[in-house]
C-alpha cells in the first residue's frame, strides 16, 4: 500500500472532525470525506508562489 492510502486508512479509522494539512502544493483546497473535513491549507501554489489565501476553520 502507498503512504498515501496508509495515511487515508489511518483518517478513516480516527474520529476526526478534520485533518489539516499542507505538504502538496497542487491539491490545495477543502474537501469531504464521509463525515471528515479534510483541508490541504498549502500556502504555497504548484510554483512554490506563497499566494493561496488563508483557510479559516471554526471549530
Same mark, same amino acid.
Given at each position: 500500500?502507498? =503512504?498515501? #492510502?496508509? /495515511?487515508?486508512?489511518? @483518517? =478513516?479509522? #480516527?474520529? /476526526?472532525?478534520?485533518? @489539516?494539512?499542507?505538504?502538496?502544493?497542487?491539491?490545495?483546497?477543502?474537501?469531504?470525506?464521509?463525515?471528515?473535513?479534510?483541508?490541504?491549507?498549502?500556502?504555497?501554489?504548484?510554483?512554490?508562489?506563497?499566494?493561496?489565501?488563508?483557510?479559516?476553520?471554526?471549530?
Amino acid at each position: 500500500m502507498s =503512504d498515501a #492510502l496508509d /495515511l487515508l486508512h489511518r @483518517i =478513516d479509522q #480516527l474520529k /476526526l472532525k478534520a485533518h @489539516i494539512f499542507g505538504h502538496i502544493n497542487e491539491g490545495y483546497r477543502e474537501y469531504m470525506r464521509g463525515e471528515k473535513r479534510l483541508i490541504n491549507a498549502s500556502t504555497c501554489t504548484v510554483r512554490y508562489a506563497p499566494s493561496n489565501p488563508p483557510i479559516v476553520l471554526d471549530i
